[in-house]
């Protein structure tokens, strides 16, 4: 291997970092799997990345890709293959002022992107954590606390740069190679690193955000009210709950409701707010005015041995009474998960179903469990686990990408329905017909 890394390093502009050297055990892994790769190498061109990507494919060895390093499913890192940490190519551009075109590169992270954008009056709507890339969240969909008035990220996104399984360079947009430009919109990194984003931002004010919580014992009617006043409530609202989060009491830890009201003015937030407010005992009420950049929290990196497994869903509107009436149940019970869900609707269901690889547009709202402990009471909680997931079956469908902590085939047929796979096994066997792009939700060239 070091014979072929010194080649590499002959005209590579970046960072070549492999085991023993110093910076290795900080670049090893991703935020949440540990990992030994054979070297990490930490591209600053676009023409570094073209000669990483040629290098992996020499090689022989597993690939992987990195960006913010948060999947999962560990998709950042890997042991004894190559990894392409995409970090140094992280630059935040506003390109065009009268259209808020932004380019961002393939690197950056949220947070940072959040940040710039603000000194322009502009914002994109895109996850609700500082730390996590900007091309995981996006090449999957992209969930964020404007998602009902924008859209997912990727229904902002005007155009990318990618390099090849070739380790050549093309650009995608609707009018540029649309079939590519289709299928990274939701297809994940199937098809080649994308080095730039171009999104087209919004305007934005300072918008309320914040935490209203009731207690455990009010979780069924809090629950169904709350999902009933969110399926006609103005597009400017956006909101998630938690139940039984284990650090604020498990099954006895009080109903979280986040909740994130574009807009500054606080006569219309109250308005649009207080319907939910009224739906049981309030016990606590953050919600304040705030900047958009700081509605987005810093990660979760969890402490070593900690392990992280989710599972993710959507669900139609005749199947939620079903849903919160099972999630209601469970969360208020002994070893209950951590559950969670999500408003989604509005402009996300504007776009047809087949307009992007994400396939999963006319759904109210994302269902997500998680455990969080040491292996040994992850795996204890498996069979629960399942047990949980057999009950919600009937009355779901789908998964999300970025919340699921595994990549089976099973996983990959839940996140594509039948015609949406058939169609990126094309694209794919067109931009990656040797599947050299297969750390991730693989997606197998036709």
Not at 67 to 76: E, L, Q, S
Not at 298 to 325: H, M, T
Request: glycine share 12%; proline share 5%.
């Amino acid at each position: 291997m070091s014979s072929v890394v010194e080649d590499l390093g002959r005209d590579f502009g970046g960072e070549i970092i492999e085991p023993g050297g110093a910076e290795y055990e900080a670049v090893s892994g991703s935020v949440l799997v540990a990992g030994s790769p054979a070297v990490v190498v930490r591209p600053s061109t676009v023409a570094d990345v073209q000669k990483a990507v040629r290098f992996a494919a020499d090689s022989g060895l597993e690939l992987s890709v990195r960006g913010g390093g948060h999947a999962f499913a560990g998709f950042g890192t890997n042991d004894g293959g190559v990894v392409i940490d995409l970090s140094k190519l992280a630059s935040v551009e506003l390109v065009d002022k009268e259209r808020h075109l932004v380019r961002i590169g393939g690197g950056a992270l949220w947070g940072q992107v959040a940040a710039t954008l603000a000194t322009h009056g502009l914002a994109i709507s895109s996850g609700d954590t500082k730390s996590v890339g900007v091309g995981g969240l996006t090449l999957s969909g992209g969930i964020g606390w404007k998602v009902r008035k924008y859209g997912l990220a990727i229904d902002n996104l005007v155009a990318v740069e990618l390099v090849t399984a070739e380790g050549e360079v093309v650009r995608a947009s609707a009018e540029e190679n649309p079939e590519l430009f289709w299928a990274i919109r939701g297809g994940g990194g199937n098809f080649g690193i994308v080095t730039a984003f171009e999104f087209e931002a919004h305007p934005t004010t300072e918008v309320f955000h914040g935490k209203l919580t009731f207690p455990a014992a009010e979780a069924a009617g809090v629950l169904q009210g709350w999902a009933d006043y969110l399926r006609t409530a103005p597009e400017e609202l956006t909101s998630t709950v938690t139940l039984a989060n284990p650090f604020t009491g498990g099954p006895e830890a009080p109903i979280e409701i986040l909740v994130a009201f574009d807009g500054d003015s606080q006569e219309q937030a109250n308005e649009v707010i207080d319907p939910i407010r009224r739906l049981g005992t309030v016990l606590a009420d953050t919600v304040v005015r705030k900047p958009v950049a700081d509605t987005l929290e810093e990660g979760f990196a969890p402490p070593p041995g900690i392990k992280v497994v989710n599972r993710s869903a959507f669900v139609a509107e005749e199947s939620v009474p079903e849903v919160l009436k099972i999630l209601a149940e469970v969360g208020t019970s002994e070893r209950s998960p951590i559950l969670a869900l999500r408003s989604v609707g509005g402009a996300v269901a504007r776009v047809a179903d087949d307009a992007t690889a994400y396939a999963h547009r006319q759904a109210e709202l994302m269902v997500l469990v998680t455990v969080v402990g040491p292996a040994p009471v992850v795996e204890a909680a498996q069979p629960g686990l399942d047990a949980i997931w057999a009950r919600l079956a009937p009355h779901i469908t789908g998964a999300y990408a970025n919340f699921l902590a595994s990549a089976t085939d099973e996983d990959v047929a839940a996140i594509y329905p039948t015609e949406t796979y058939k169609r990126l096994a094309a694209v794919k066997s067109q931009y990656d017909p040797g599947n050299l792009f297969r750390g991730n939700h693989n997606v197998r060239p036709a």
